[in-house]
């Protein structure tokens, strides 16, 4: 069963940069499309965008200007970074495999805060 964990800081200050990383096990990134999603509180979930087994990547419109998704073959982690973050950007992320057509495995989740 392939399995998903995502770390990072917990919290980052206002228009500095989130970074966080996907660590895969039992199963490859060169296979398949990865995904990044958060759920602010309160709110539903957002697709934030993937990139895919051959490392094509495509990001939700809303986000294209500040996010960045990459990977390391070798460590079979794929990372998100997004920049000039804000308090609306405080939210559960979640790595996931899937691209636009439906995820079906979900890292745990991890919380990150934006506050000075």
């Known amino acids: 069963q392939v399995q998903l964990q995502e770390s990072g800081p917990g919290l980052v200050k206002p228009s500095q940069t989130l970074s966080l990383t996907c660590t895969v096990t039992?199963?490859?990134?060169?296979?398949?499309?990865w995904s990044w999603i958060r759920q602010p509180p309160g709110k539903g979930l957002e697709w934030i965008g993937y990139?895919?087994?051959?490392?094509?990547?495509y990001y939700s419109p809303s986000l294209k200007s500040r996010a960045s998704i990459t990977r390391d073959t070798a460590k079979n982690q794929f990372f998100l970074q997004l920049t000039s973050v804000t308090p609306e950007d405080a939210a559960v992320y979640y790595c996931?495999?899937?691209?636009?057509?439906?995820?079906?495995?979900w890292g745990q989740g991890t919380p990150v805060s934006v506050s000075s």
């Open positions: 996931t495999r899937g691209g636009g057509g439906g995820v079906d495995y």
């Open positions: 039992i199963g490859s990134i060169t296979a398949n499309y």
């Open positions: 990139i895919s087994y051959s490392g094509d990547t």
